[in-house]
């Protein structure tokens, strides 16, 4: 078994002093470009502060030690999907809540990728910006979790694996696999035997769970014409793949969507295309919201309480923040809720 590798250290000003050779007051005069020490003394504390890869603190209270006094939460994900997504709206009030009680910030951030938000990472932990972090869309083949043992930052996962451990990190996870299987078992005896699930973003563990059991149930059942299809969660996309799947020779008598923003767009498509929902086509988001609600027909909807997700994912932080251990929390299975989207399927 590998020996347990300590958090890595932020370089302070110590360090730069003992390294250069001069007291810290001098460091601090050369690095905040101060009067008082020499451009030789300047130049050579830079070079060093450099090397070791010091950053300056951005927060008073870490100054002192006291801590930043705030939470991050980076996301890697299209940003214009994000203004249109109910759950992370709805994820990121509830995280809000619990946060203020305690008079703590939320330092939030989109990026591109992954690998950028682990720059982001770094940064902020050589900067002393965040005292801990919520980490969202666990990847498969996450480089986040070890880059996270390493720097030694709490955080909570939010959607990650119920079996995975990591010192310092808790999950806060949802039963995806046992919602699917309830969609499709609601679909299986309303007679639909062709369905096609609208996926999210390709890697992310929740969209493989969703696939790898909607699969599960199909071959259980002896279904071929069942299938998934990965997009970006844009309703651009979702509308794309349903003119796609129902243009196809045989096309789907049920669609999952796995966002409502698509299912939505999904819905305006198919009576593009002259399909009727759900006389034609069933239609059921993952994601129930009051688009959901008020568009005809109203959408069945897998419905979850986002905000107590957030809730939950932000007090297990405050846990951690505490000194407390890392925990692995469930939230209730999302429920579905039948509205006028989902009907008897009929044969074309």
């Known amino acids: 078994m590998a020996a347990k ?11 730069i002093a003992r390294r250069a ?7 601090s005069f050369a690095l905040n470009d101060r009067p008082g020490v020499s451009e030789v003394t300047r130049d050579r504390v830079r070079r060093v502060a450099e090397q070791l890869g010091w950053r300056p603190s951005t927060a008073a209270r ?19 999907t994000l203004g249109v997504d109910s759950f992370f709206l709805q994820l990121v009030s509830g995280v809000q809540e619990v946060l203020a009680e305690r008079h703590l910030g939320l330092l939030f951030q989109m990026v591109e990728d992954v690998a950028d938000e682990c720059a982001v990472y770094r940064g902020w932990w050589a900067e002393h910006r965040v005292d801990g972090l919520l980490v969202a869309d666990p990847r498969t083949a996450d480089p986040r979790p070890g880059l996270l043992d390493e720097l030694g930052l709490p955080a909570v996962v939010i959607g990650g694996a119920p079996d995975e451990r990591h010192p310092g990190l808790s999950t806060v996870w949802a039963d995806d696999a046992g919602a699917m299987a309830s969609v499709v078992d609601g679909l299986y005896a309303l007679g639909h035997r062709r369905i096609v699930h609208i996926a999210g973003l390709p890697g992310l563990a929740h969209t493989e769970r969703r696939i790898r059991t ?9 279904l071929s014409g069942v299938e998934s299809v990965t997009t970006d969660y844009s ?11 129902l243009g196809s020779a045989a096309p789907p008598t049920a669609l999952i969507y796995d966002n409502d923003v698509m299912a939505v767009a999904g819905v305006a498509a198919a009576a ?5 929902v759900p006389a034609d086509v069933s239609v059921v988001a993952w994601e129930d919201s009051a688009l959901c609600r008020i568009v005809t027909p109203g959408l069945s909807a897998l419905s979850r309480d986002s905000a107590e997700f957030g809730r939950t994912a932000a007090r297990e932080l405050l846990a951690l923040l505490d000194g407390g251990p890392a925990r692995t929390v469930r939230v209730p299975v999302p429920r579905l809720v039948e509205r006028g989207s989902t009907g008897v399927a009929r044969e074309r």
Request: proline residues 5%.
């Open 235 to 245: 309703d651009t996309e979702g509308a794309a793949v349903t003119r796609r799947v």
């Open 62 to 80: 870490a100054l002192s030690g006291e801590g930043a006094a705030t939470v991050g939460f980076v996301l890697a994900r299209p940003a214009d």
């Open 272 to 276: 593009e295309l002259g399909f009727c």
């Open 21 to 27: 050779g001069v007291s810290e007051s001098a460091v």
């Open 214 to 222: 909607l699969r599960a149930e199909a071959e259980r059942r002896g």
């Open 5 to 15: 590798r300590s958090p890595a250290r932020r370089p302070t000003m110590k360090d």
